[in-house]
């Protein structure tokens, strides 16, 4: 009786150990995703009062320097076919859909918006002296159970990040998680915090959902086609003078 | 030039793009102005990233000139219905332009009405 028992314990502890190890297989976030929107909610708002960022009065100088240039003309780092960067490219993706491809050693997000490619390596961290600053930085990321942790760093500074500008030594991790609502929509959330001490006091959180998009593909987003375009007719112009 | 005073053609139809052009500053344009419609004859209609040149003539109080607006990106004007070759030079068309914020020439298409009829 006692064995029967014991033995039950231990296919108890077998039968929980198997639980949390398919508990803990990664899940697949390979799709196309597009902003999530809960059943009913209205729209998003545009130009809804954001709260002030806590910027030291250096950094603020900087993004206010920034904002003085650009805003009167109405300029932006994507008017000129420039990819926006981390935080902003997973921030801001989901208007425009972005797309994961999965793999064992390296996620691939794909964002249509100016066709821009954020790459979050698994496995084997890059050495440091083979990195250099970019706008999206380095992107390392480990499971931990069903959750995936990134941490990015090696970006450059950005003072033309919409909402959240960085300096140079921002770190961001993020902590994404896979859900199903009670309808089956595949929810993706992401839950982010950027520390910067060099432009903020205290660090940053935010958090960004997106459902997964079945039947919708990224389509091409050749951008700067016209400005070769016109490079091309003023080199023809200079031919035909000369 | 003349303001479309009714509830308009679906309101979520020029609303659709907002969130995907939200990141380019259209900052030069009264977006809160919406029912704002210009019609006039296409003169080029460059669908492209980020935003899509359309240049009408048009005629109003001020005379007859061409007039240059900008769009939403491509993508979402295919997103919302249009297709290559839907609007064409010399075709009479429509466009729910929020105006600049300055008064001049120009606006920024939310929606355009081609001269079939089709809505994007």
């Known amino acids: ?242 | 030039m003349k303001r479309f005073g009714g509830r308009l053609l679906a309101v979520a139809w020029v609303l659709a793009p907002f969130a995907a052009f939200a990141h380019h500053s259209a900052i030069r344009f009264d977006l809160t102005i919406r029912d704002n419609m210009v019609t006039g004859i296409v003169k080029q209609f460059e669908a492209a990233n980020p935003h899509t040149k359309i240049v009408l003539e048009v005629t109003d109080a001020k005379g007859t000139r061409d007039i240059e607006y900008e769009g939403h990106s491509r993508n979402n004007y295919y997103r919302a219905g249009w297709r290559e070759g839907m609007v064409k030079v010399g075709d009479k068309i429509t466009l729910i332009a929020a105006p600049t914020r300055d008064g001049s020439d120009g606006g920024y298409a939310l929606g355009v009405i081609a001269a079939d009829g089709t809505k994007f």
């Not at chain 1, 995703?33 to 545009?46: D, E, F, I, K, T």
């Not at chain 1, 002030?52 to 009167?72: C, F, T």
């Not at chain 1, 698994?122 to 942790?149: C, M, Q, T, V």
């Open chain 1, 1 to 242: 009786m006692i064995e029967t028992w014991g033995l039950a314990r231990v296919g108890a502890v077998v039968f929980g150990l198997s639980i949390a190890g398919a508990a803990a297989a990664a899940p697949d976030f390979t799709g196309v995703w597009g902003n999530y929107r809960a059943p009913g909610s209205a729209a998003p708002q545009r130009g809804a009062p954001q709260a002030p960022l806590p910027l030291r009065p250096d950094a603020k100088a900087k993004v206010d320097a920034y904002h003085a240039l650009v805003d009167p003309i109405g300029d932006s780092p994507g008017g000129h076919c420039l990819g926006t960067g981390m935080p902003g490219s997973m921030l801001g993706s989901g208007g425009y859909p972005m797309e994961i491809v999965q793999h064992d050693n390296v996620i691939l997000v794909v964002f249509e918006a100016h066709a821009e490619i954020r790459r979050i390596y698994l496995g084997e961290r890059a050495k440091a002296e083979d990195l250099f600053p970019d706008r999206n930085g380095y992107s390392f990321g480990r499971w931990e159970g069903d959750k995936l942790i990134v941490e990015t760093t090696h970006l450059k500074e950005a003072v033309d990040q919409a909402r959240y500008p960085h300096s140079e030594n921002a770190k961001i991790v993020e902590e994404y998680s896979l859900v199903a609502n009670d309808d089956g929509t595949k929810v993706l959330t992401s839950k982010m915090t950027m520390t910067d001490p060099e432009f903020y006091t205290q660090p940053i959180t935010a958090e960004k959902k997106w459902q997964l998009q079945p039947g919708v593909r990224l389509l091409p987003y050749e951008c700067n086609e016209p400005a070769w375009e016109e490079h091309l007719e003023r080199l023809r112009q200079a031919q035909n003078d000369g």
